[in-house]
Structures are given as C-alpha cells and as structure tokens.
C-alpha cells in the first residue's frame, strides 16, 4: 500500500477545479454522491487507491516529464463511478502528483 508521502495531492486541485461549481468536471463528481464540501473525502478516496503498478497510457513529453492515468472507482458509497486520474512525474526521479481527474 503506498502511502501519501509517496505522491502528491494538492487540496486546490480537488477544491478549485474537482469540486468548483461551474468547473469541467464538477457534475460528474457530484453525480458520484460529492458534494462542495467533501474535499477530504475526495482526496482520501484518491489516495486510497493510488497505485503505480495499476498506471496506463504513459506518455513522455519533449522535457522528460512523465503523464499517465489510473483508474479509480471514486464516489460515495453505492454512487461509485469510475474516473481516469492524471498524474505526471516532473523528472524520471519526482514523486506522481495529481493533475485531474475526469469520467471516460
């Protein structure tokens, strides 16, 4: 079980962009039982279910910066859906953060 030293997750990503009113993806995290208030819970369940070996689609970018996605089955309990997190490592060497997260 990896543990939350082992990425990153910053709270804005999740309250600025996941859970913003108005945001891309906003719907489709409250259609999985979130609401505005539920940051910690989201990130929790993100980090509950980070696992490298379970990471697909990587792609290396021109400055050696490293993407890939994980799936996760993010919601509340019996309003489960499944989500593509993107991730990127900076440098071969950096701990993943999160970059987003949306429905297929």
Do not use: C
Request: charged content about 25%; overall charge neutral; hydrophobic content about 40%.
């Amino acid at each position: 079980m990896y543990k939350p030293t082992d990425f990153i997750i910053a709270r804005d990503k999740i309250e600025q962009y996941l859970l913003k009113p108005g945001s891309e993806h906003f719907k489709e995290f409250i259609d999985a039982g979130y609401t505005v208030n539920d940051v910690e819970l989201l990130q929790q369940h993100i980090q509950q279910q980070f696992n490298i070996n379970l990471a697909t689609d990587f792609r290396v970018l021109h400055n050696k910066a490293i993407h890939f996605s994980i799936f996760m089955d993010l919601g509340v309990i019996g309003q489960e859906k499944r989500f593509r997190t993107v991730w990127r490592k900076d440098t071969p060497e950096s701990i993943p953060r999160f970059i987003t997260a949306h429905r297929e």
